[in-house]
């Protein structure tokens, strides 16, 4: 998406573009929300999909995804379960989930999280693009392993540990 800045895609043109390190801000408190509420098998394929997101792996500005690259699933209430799961993410994560374990405040966290839920609840499923090269994990991809120091989804087996081992502090919680 960039080479400057994260992007997050709403579909029809809404956005959320941040800095490199309000992506690391927004992916850290998405993270900490989805690995606590997953639950599903799709609950653990979009939490891959955030885990996919390190920037301190990927590449500063190299991450981000649209709403509409997500494989929602093909029946109406399948569509409306999922698209469910992350609104319940954003707003776990807007009632400032586990953010004590930080190491830092993140002050513009509730501003993203806030217009990533709007932008959930304006999305409707059913426009998301089929077939568009697997940016969403599969049912294979999907995080199933867990860092045991942060307690968190990690990208297990891309590469080993969780964005909070790769980050700049590395810290234990």
């Known amino acids: 998406m960039g080479n400057v800045f994260g992007g997050f895609g709403g579909g029809g043109g809404d956005g959320l573009s941040l800095s490199n390190g309000g992506t690391d801000v927004f992916l850290d408190v998405l993270t900490l929300a989805a ?10 394929r979009f939490a891959a999909l955030l885990t996919l997101q390190d920037q301190n792996v990927m590449g500063r500005g190299a991450v981000g995804f649209d709403l509409e690259e997500i494989d929602w699933g093909t029946a109406p209430a399948e569509r409306a379960r999922a698209k469910g799961f992350v609104v319940r993410v954003a707003d776990l994560a807007l009632r400032r989930h586990r953010w004590d374990e930080l190491g ?3 002050p513009f966290a509730e501003g993203y999280l806030r217009r990533f839920r709007a932008m959930v609840e304006a999305f409707d499923p059913a426009d998301a693009v089929r077939g568009h090269g697997g940016v969403f994990p ?3 991809g999907a995080a199933v392993a867990s860092c045991v120091p942060h307690r968190v989804l990690s990208a297990l087996p891309y590469w080993d540990g969780c964005r909070f081992c790769h980050s700049a502090a590395g810290q234990e919680p």
């Open 35 to 44: 690995s606590d509420l997953a639950r599903d098998p799709w609950d653990f």
């Open 104 to 106: 830092y405040e993140p």
């Open 138 to 140: 599969g049912p294979d």
